[in-house]
């Protein structure tokens, strides 16, 4: 089984599942490391969307240790990105030992992605707005998180989908952002949440991965964004597939190298 690198528990405003739920159901399921990597969005348009860090590592920490030598649980967080956030977020991990950490939007427009009908705008205006506002925060951050979280997230919640939605479209917004990404050696999240919503999509497409490959990039994590421990690992046989479609290997679980990244054998490979 593949190692789930973005896990939420009760720390998250949208997840009510204690740690230890996640994290037993990770190694029931025979993963040998996982990253929490709970919502810490400074500044959301509502309240709540960020935690104590005293009382996020009082929790984890005794767990992290409790399932040592079955389970390495790495203590992350995924920050919500803002472009006048970078100075904060700095500072606030430089603060904390964190192991692990995810960098996603989740602000667009002053609200919530997941609230797309309050907006009188065609998916392909959504969409352009999405990848615009995402390489001004991932410009304005950059080199403060480990990995770029689930880049195309925001076709979950079109009103037709994928179908306003493909790599060429935007690549003018994209490639900017596949560059930065590189270029700081931040890998690219295969996140497989869409699944447990019924919807038959890996973020990000296999066209932002292929160009992502093709630039240069190498470096990818899996992550199922679970709030549950039903979809701690959801999808993660098909990730493992999507990956080695471009050439990456993905190692079975008792071989050495399966951890926390995922690696192209070539940079720069063409697929």
Known sequence: MINDTHLHTSFSEDCSTPP???????????????CITDHYDRDFPFDGWIFDPDEYFRTLLPLKK??????????????????????????????????????????????????????????????????????????????????????????RYGFDGPAEYSYARYAEYIDPILDIAIENDTALEINTGAIKYGQDILHPSEDVVRKYLEKGGRKFTVGSDAHRPQDVGRGFDRAGEYLESFGVKVPAPDE??????FYSDQPGIRC
Not at 90 to 108: D, T
Not at 125 to 143: K, P, Q, T
Request: with cysteine; aromatic share 16%.
């Open 20 to 34: 230890e739920d996640i994290i037993r159901r990770a190694a029931a399921l025979g993963m040998k490391e996982i």
């Open 256 to 261: 050495p190298g399966n951890g926390i990244f």
């Open 66 to 155: 409790e399932y040592e030598g079955q389970l390495d649980v790495h203590i992350g967080v995924e920050i919500g990105l803002q472009p006048h956030l970078k100075d904060f977020y700095g500072q606030f991990l430089k603060n904390w030992p964190f192991e692990f950490v995810i960098g996603s939007i989740h602000v667009l427009l002053g609200d919530d992605p997941y609230f797309r009908e309050r907006y009188d705008m065609t998916d392909e205006e959504y969409y352009r707005a999405y990848f615009d506002y995402m390489l001004e925060c991932v410009r304005s951050c950059a080199g403060v998180f480990d990995v770029l979280g689930h880049l195309d997230y925001v076709v």
